[in-house]
């Protein structure tokens, strides 16, 4: 097996990279992947350098893992701000280093990439974290940080020696619910009250609402929607990242996996919230509106979501970081990981020692926030 550093995906053929990532993970597919490198979302504009890490038989692809080096922090979800001046302060350069993760997505999934249809898979997993691992720390950075990654990868990480770090997020479960109604009725009666006084405030205030894939967007449609994902960033903080361009791209090259919520005033549209569908989950990734209408967040970005999950039998809804006020809404606290490896010793203890006091208080808040749970009987994140 040999092990080799693309710069671009453009270099691999689409039907060997969907052979060892699938497409029921809507990030790690290539047409997704691709799109970022297409249009700007990854490269040295924002600081996300592509250093896929390959596995191969021969001229087989039997493996891989998205690594980027960085020169920032941006776009990672998992903060490591105060790493960084620590490094400054000693006098070392934290930047650059080196990230394994989606660019700009804080959604957990598989990041060590494998074709399980092969008996090795599993040693192939095993040599590809070898192999960054050897990577990363003979080209001298200081650390290497694995994002958001899912069961198998974090205890892979854990078992390899990574430092471990704890993150919450709030996730939305489908237990066979047969409608929305269907699904309020787990509430107790003063938080099923407030949902449904949120939607009817909508609907008085003359908004309506369509959802639409990626086949159903037109040019007009895609401006428009930017427009709003443009707006979200002048408003708050940070870089629009994504360009209308990627955007359209991947309308016409992952359609399905593309689901837009529309809101519309008067006949004009007023806001947008963009979410992704994987195989069993709809993942809520952008919103944007020009105007100050009651409960429309909501109703956007969460019931019409769940709306969907419950019509098309989705199991999970991942409605993006952060926001305790999803709970009552339905989204319960969920644990999510990160792992670490920090070259420089000293550092390491303390990064170390850092993540395990921060884990005793987050799990502290996990549980306390799962005491705030909407529903008759509290069920686990």
């Known amino acids: 097996m040999q092990f080799k550093i693309i710069e671009s995906l453009h270099r691999i053929k689409p039907e060997d990279w969907?052979?060892?990532?699938?497409?029921?993970?809507?990030f790690?597919?290539?047409?997704?992947?691709?799109?970022?490198?297409?249009?700007?979302g990854v490269g040295e504009k924002y600081g996300w350098l592509p250093h896929f890490m390959t596995a191969w038989d021969g001229e087989q692809l039997v493996g891989a893992v998205p690594l980027y080096m960085k020169d920032n922090s941006y776009g990672e979800?998992?903060?490591d701000w105060s790493w960084a001046e620590a490094w400054q302060r000693a006098g070392l350069p934290y930047y650059p280093k080196y990230v394994v993760g989606i660019p700009y997505t804080p959604a957990a999934g598989q990041r060590i990439l494998a074709d399980h249809s092969r008996s090795d898979h599993k040693d192939i997993r095993k040599k590809l974290v070898q192999a960054v691992q050897?990577?990363?720390?003979?080209?001298?950075?200081?650390?290497?940080?694995?994002?958001?990654?899912?069961?198998a990868d974090t205890q892979l990480l854990k078992d390899s020696g990574y430092i471990l770090r704890l993150g919450c997020q709030f996730h939305w479960q489908n237990n066979h619910y047969q409608s929305f109604d269907d699904y309020l009725q787990t509430f107790s009666?003063?938080?099923?009250?407030?949902?449904?006084?949120?939607?009817?405030?909508?609907?008085?205030?003359?908004?309506e609402l369509e959802v639409r894939h990626g086949n159903e967007m037109t040019d007009e449609l895609w401006q428009i929607y930017h427009d709003f994902y443009l707006d979200t960033f002048d408003k708050k903080w940070g870089m629009?990242?994504?360009?209308?361009?990627?955007?359209?791209?991947i309308g016409r090259t992952m359609p399905a996996s593309v689901v837009v919520v529309f809101a519309k005033y008067q006949n004009d549209y007023v806001a947008g919230a963009f979410n992704y569908k994987g195989h069993d989950t709809l993942y809520g990734r952008h919103w944007g509106c020009n105007a100050d209408f009651h409960s429309l967040h909501f109703e956007a970005c969460y019931y019409q979501g769940l709306d969907y999950c419950i019509q098309h039998g989705l199991q999970h809804f991942e409605p993006g970081a952060q926001g305790e006020h999803k709970i009552s809404r339905g989204f319960l606290p969920t644990r999510t990981w990160s792992a670490h490896w920090i070259a420089h010793p000293e550092f390491a203890k303390a990064v170390q020692a850092f993540c395990a006091h921060e884990q005793d208080g987050m799990e502290h808040y996990i549980n306390e926030l799962t005491e705030h749970s909407p529903f008759k009987t509290v069920s686990s994140g």
Not at 18 to 26: E, H, L, V
Not at 28 to 40: G, I, K, P, Q
Not at 191 to 199: I, N, P
Request: glycine share 4%; hydrophobic share 40%; charged share 30%.
């Open 28 to 40: 790690t597919r290539y047409e997704f992947l691709v799109a970022l490198e297409d249009n700007e």
């Open 18 to 26: 969907s052979r060892i990532a699938g497409n029921d993970y809507p």
């Open 77 to 79: 979800f998992v903060f």
């Open 240 to 249: 629009a990242t994504l360009s209308l361009d990627f955007f359209k791209q």
């Open 134 to 151: 050897n990577f990363v720390s003979d080209s001298g950075v200081s650390s290497l940080h694995w994002l958001f990654t899912d069961t």
């Open 189 to 207: 009666a003063q938080k099923r009250k407030k949902v449904k006084r949120e939607r009817r405030r909508v609907i008085e205030q003359g908004i």
